[in-house]
């Protein structure tokens, strides 16, 4: 089959790759769709030991399953892999297992490629008519599905009357407002310094899109609950600066390790930060379900390329020249 792989710093090689083989409990995946995330682009400038050359990336993913009972079926793959039998897995957290996997780490191959094996149980079914472009949307928005969904529950449950803040138009971000929006709150804003990226969001509906030093955006220390989908110490500053007493931070972004926090003022005006990492299953299962029903949107903010072109996508988005929050990447398959 063929692969999109990470070969060196900054280097994606598109070549032939052994087609992976299903073991006991689990399905061969024939990827038809499958999103550029930012971790990918983290290993793809050698910014992350945890991804060694060579190997294929990407695991935001959708297809068809082929072979055995379930021939035939449109999925979309929840790509971590826990253990399902520690205190974290049978409490529902999943994403803290200790065990985990995820496709696009070792030992695990990723989905910038014609086929992956993935287990019966990371799979969910997606219904006739749902593009699979969207339905590989499941992974991304899922983590900002989990994170409004902890900042809401430290407010009581409710967003209706709370003003929400995202930072950062990425993948991440759109899917955390959209999310928001899917979770009860009306009042959601959204920082992005990108001007492409910014006119692109303009049409979204459900959110507001200003610039980070737009006088017209949110006020400092007038929001409930603001998501850092960026994670950089500026982010971090600025999502301090806009929570009001009582408020809460949930921090997505992995941009940079150190920084940002005012920790006094968090202190004395009792601000909550809660740092989030992917999902549980069953927030992907409510996301995905989200994306089906068509609450969170037309989705038609992404962007399409051939697997072959990936090496081009990724040096496209590294110099801003992407105005599409995600690109989704397309294998040709030899029939």
Known sequence: MKALVYTDVEELTYQDRPMPTAGAG????????????GSDMHAFLGHDARRPAPLTLGHEAAGTIVGGPRDGDTVTINPLVACQTCNACLSGKENLCPNRQIISMPPREGAFA????????????VPTGVDLRHAALAEP???GWHAVRLGRDVLGGDLISRRCVVIGGGAIGVGAALSLRAQGATDISLIEPNDLRRDRLAGVEGFSVFAPDDPSGPAAGTADLIVDGVGYAATRAAACALAKPGGVIT???????????????????????????????????????????????????IETRPLADGQQAFRDIRSGA?????IILIPEHEE
Not at 114 to 125: D, H, I, K, T
């Open 322 to 326: 992407v105005a599409a929050p995600k």
């Open 141 to 143: 928005i899922a983590c």
């Open 26 to 37: 689990e399905h061969l995946i024939r990827i038809m769709a499958s999103g550029i995330c």
């Open 114 to 125: 014609g086929y992956v094996v993935m287990p019966e149980r990371n799979l969910v079914s």
């Open 251 to 301: 921090h997505i972004g992995l941009g940079e390790d150190t920084g940002g926090l005012d920790v006094r003022r968090m202190t004395l005006q009792e601000i909550t930060f809660i740092g989030t990492y992917t999902y549980t299953a069953e927030d992907f299962r409510y996301t995905a379900a989200a994306i089906f029903d068509g609450r969170l949107g037309a989705l038609d903010w």
